[in-house]
């Protein structure tokens, strides 16, 4: 557990408006950055020491990278597993690479959720079209047809009304897998954030409300308007959530708050 200490060199992989904040703030404490990711000139790269243009699965290329810098981290979760696995064997990577495969995909996420005992939405696997016919009969409509992987700004998603929908919303997955959620009629959007570092020492900012335009983070405020009992709830959830992974870095847990104050995450 040696501590990454002012003047060594963050390695990220990921190049957008996440990693240009994490470089900027790294950067005011001593650390040199370096980016790695498909593009050129980018958020990141703007403000990093370093910049490197390689796709994530040039693992030739993540071996050279890893090899340039003290500790690595990323900015986003969709970056392969692959490439995280294959950084690790040079230099220690936060949050782990077993992480990233988790929450990555929507299913291994809720099963980790349900197998932990975490407030969820209820949910159904679907790889075919008898499994979501079979699946909306056991949820009930409304409900939501959520592709596994890659999804993200309401990306990959169809609401499923009545049963005339399924074969639609299932050509709409073209071939990959997916989850099927209940609907939830929630009264509102609210996330936490927090930090945790190898000693398990937690860190949070409070509880923040999230609106939403066109499936899209429009405005987020804190601290956000909620009862003291879901403030604590959605803090205790967070940290829980952070112990269980046993995550080291930043994470964030968002939740649907709904009108009778139960937290799903």
Do not use: W
């Amino acid at each position: 557990m040696n501590p990454i200490l002012p003047n060594s060199t963050i390695g990220v992989f990921g190049s957008g408006q996440l990693g240009r904040m994490f470089t900027i703030e790294a950067r005011k404490m001593g650390y040199r950055v370096h980016t790695f990711s498909p593009a050129s000139d980018t958020p990141t790269g703007q403000v990093a020491d370093f910049e490197l243009e390689a796709e994530y699965d040039n693992l030739r290329a993540v071996k050279d990278f890893a090899r340039t810098v003290d500790v690595l981290t990323f900015e986003f979760e969709n970056v392969p597993s692959e490439t995280i696995e294959t950084a690790s064997q040079f230099v220690e990577v936060f949050p782990r690479g077993e992480i990233l495969h988790t929450t990555q995909n929507r299913l291994r996420e809720k099963t980790f959720l349900a197998k932990n005992n975490f407030p969820h939405t209820p949910f159904r696997y679907v790889k075919s079209l008898a499994d979501l016919q079979k699946s909306v009969e056991e949820i009930g409509f409304p409900c939501v047809l959520k592709t596994a992987g890659f999804g993200y700004d309401g990306k990959g998603q169809t609401k499923i009304n009545s049963v005339a929908d399924i074969e639609k919303a299932f050509a709409n997955l073209e071939n990959q897998e997916a989850v099927l959620e209940a609907f939830v009629e929630f009264e509102k959007e609210v996330s936490v954030v927090c930090a945790r570092d190898q000693k398990g020492n937690f860190a949070h900012y409070g509880v923040i409300e999230n609106e939403h335009a066109n499936h899209i983070l429009d405005i987020s405020f804190a601290p956000a308007i909620v009862s003291e009992k879901v403030f604590r709830e959605a803090i205790e959830i967070t940290r829980s959530v952070a112990e269980t992974f046993d995550y080291v870095g930043t994470l964030c847990v968002e939740f649907f708050l709904t009108k009778d104050e139960k937290l799903l995450v």
